[in-house]
């Protein structure tokens, strides 16, 4: 399929310049691109991800009642990516955050000064502990910390 022309930018008069299609992929990376990693064995970040369960509407619309850090975690995009292998909802919600979601949860995680992640959002205040062991599953340090509706702290839970 030919390209259409484009205007060339110059305050000269020249006649349109058709642009140049990009070379055509190697084999070995379009099989790789197709299964899903890249050429050499090397695996694409999967971090993004509308597969898993969305919020209950009570937690899609609640404020927020958790607040947390993950002191060694400072890509949110791989933790986003470890959700998303459990099985959650995960979107790009900011240039280096993500919001993170399955029918109990709704959190969103951002990097902290390079150093750490936090972890910021609603949650079945029942779920806490779930929450807390599926971060222990993923090898995380964490530090939970669970608010009633006054933004009195109910419950601290560190891994």
């Known amino acids: 399929m030919p390209f259409p022309l484009l205007p060339a930018r110059s305050t000269r008069s020249q006649p349109a310049r058709a642009i140049a299609p990009a070379a055509p992929l190697l084999p070995a990376m379009r099989e790789a691109i197709r299964q899903g ?5 090397a695996t694409q970040d999967v971090d993004l991800s509308d597969d898993g369960p969305a919020p209950d509407d009570r937690w899609a619309e609640s404020d927020n009642n958790l607040c947390g850090l993950l002191p060694d975690s400072r890509d949110a995009s791989r933790v986003a990516e470890r959700f998303v292998r459990a099985g959650w909802r995960s979107r ?11 029918s109990w949860c709704r959190l969103e995680a951002d990097p902290v000064d390079g ?3 936090s972890l910021n959002g609603v949650i079945a205040p029942d779920r806490l502990g779930d929450l807390a062991a599926l971060l ?8 939970l910390e669970l608010y009633d509706d006054e933004r009195d702290l109910v419950q601290e839970i560190k891994g």
């Open 136 to 143: 222990t599953r993923f090898g995380l340090r964490f530090i």
């Open 92 to 102: 790009s919600s900011s240039w280096e955050g993500y919001e993170i979601e399955t």
């Open 115 to 117: 150093a750490a992640a």
């Open 37 to 41: 990693g890249a050429p050499g064995g």
